[in-house]
Nanobody
Framework: QVQLVESGGGLVQPGGSLRLSCAAS????????MGWYRQAPGKQRELVAV???????NYADSVKGRFTISRDNAKSTVYLQMNSLKPEDTAVYYC??????????????WGQGTQVTVSS
């Protein structure tokens, strides 16, 4: 079973930066899409950014120009570099990956979530 482990959240002042990481554990044959989502209190989970195996990336309008998603296929890891953070970016951030595990079985896994708080 492919599990995702996130790291990098925390408390940062407005205008600051954070880098989130999410690594897949277990044997992975291939990963298609890797993405980041977030959920603020009282709100639905929303897409922040996604990157596919053929290099297509997509960002929520609210983070364009400030956040950058990247992936390291050799490490089965996805990153989210967050710059110029705003209080409205405060949320629990979740990573998601889908693909095939070592037995060629499809998986669609979520990370445990990491808290990002932007406050002075």
């Amino acid at each position: 079973q492919v599990q995702l482990v996130e790291s990098g959240g925390g408390l940062v002042q407005p205008g600051g930066s954070l880098r989130l990481s999410c690594a897949a554990s277990g044997i992975v044959f291939s990963i298609n899409a890797m993405g980041w989502y977030r959920q603020a209190p009282g709100k639905q989970r929303e897409l922040v950014a996604v990157t596919t195996s053929i290099g297509i990336t997509n960002y929520a309008d609210s983070v364009k120009g400030r956040f950058t998603i990247s992936r390291d296929n050799a490490k089965s890891t996805v990153y989210l570099q967050m710059n110029s953070l705003k209080p409205e970016d405060t949320a629990v951030y979740y990573c998601n990956m889908d693909g095939l595990d070592g037995r060629r079985r499809s998986f669609d896994s979520w990370g445990q979530g990491t808290q990002v708080t932007v406050s002075s």
